[in-house]
């Protein structure tokens, strides 16, 4: 009867919980978030790494690197920035003048300067053209007219240069006189180009042109020529080579083309061209006082205007 027993089947015991720790499930935005397609699974198998509390993953060795790379960088861009911005503006501040110093490059100047007549000039100018203070979009041709303008005595800027932090150092080139020129009891002087000017930093020069022309003189224009001034200079020092010192020059009344000149220690006033060569009319000159004071004559004047003869009264 044993066979026609049923067979009894083993039931196997339901699964027990552990002691241990229980993990919690899952929710579903966290389900979502840990499979993804085209997303990089990572993990470990450290109990001490909670991989669900803020960030759903772990990062990998490669991700790390990169990162660290992306901030290097934006570090790094953002100091170049500082640094090229600092660099900018210190080259501003060297460019910049905020304050006016004034020097003379000439050593033969013989007389004291008061610079600051000249930094309140330069001063003026920059305060009208306010860009000019930055030095490399300054006009320093521009700057020299105005100066010209405003102080005859001045020439021109020659140099502009850093002297400091907000200072610029402006050299100025006054103007050398060749003759002093006296119109209506006023003293003037001219340079080599002809320019008119009252301040005289040099030592005053030995001739004196007195104008009795009757030209109108403006002061910082032209009221000679080159060729005017070129020819009183030469008939100087021909003069001097033959023994003679011109101390004085003299325009005539209504002619700007004739000269006549005062001789040291000689009587008569010695009348010339500027249209005839200095050196044979100083060589005329000098033959005709040598004639006059061998036979003791003492005329108002000689005139040598004409080639090879002497004139005198």
Known sequence: MGILKKKTTVIPHRRQSSDGPIRPAASSDQRQNLFQRNRTLT???SNHVSASHNSTDLQSPRTHVHHLALRRRKIGSVLLVVLATATVL???LTQLTARVIIS???TTISRPIDTSIYQKAIDDYLSANPVSRLRFAMDQSSLSSYLSQTLPEVAGVSQVSLAGIGETSFTLVMRK???GWKIDSKQYFVDAKGI???QNYYIDPTVQIVDESGIVLQQGTAIASNRFLGFVGRIVALSKEHGYIVTQAILPAGTTRQLAVRIQDVVPLVRLSIDRPAGEQVEDM?????????????PAYI????SGKAFYM
Do not use: K, M
């Open 90 to 92: 210190v080259w501003l």
């Open 177 to 179: 006189p060749v003759a």
């Open 196 to 198: 008119a000017f009252e």
């Open 104 to 106: 003379i490059s000439d």
């Open 286 to 298: 000098s033959r005709a006082l040598v004639y006059l004071a061998g036979r003791g004559q003492s």
């Open 303 to 306: 005139d040598v205007r004409v």
């Open 43 to 45: 993990g470990t198998t």
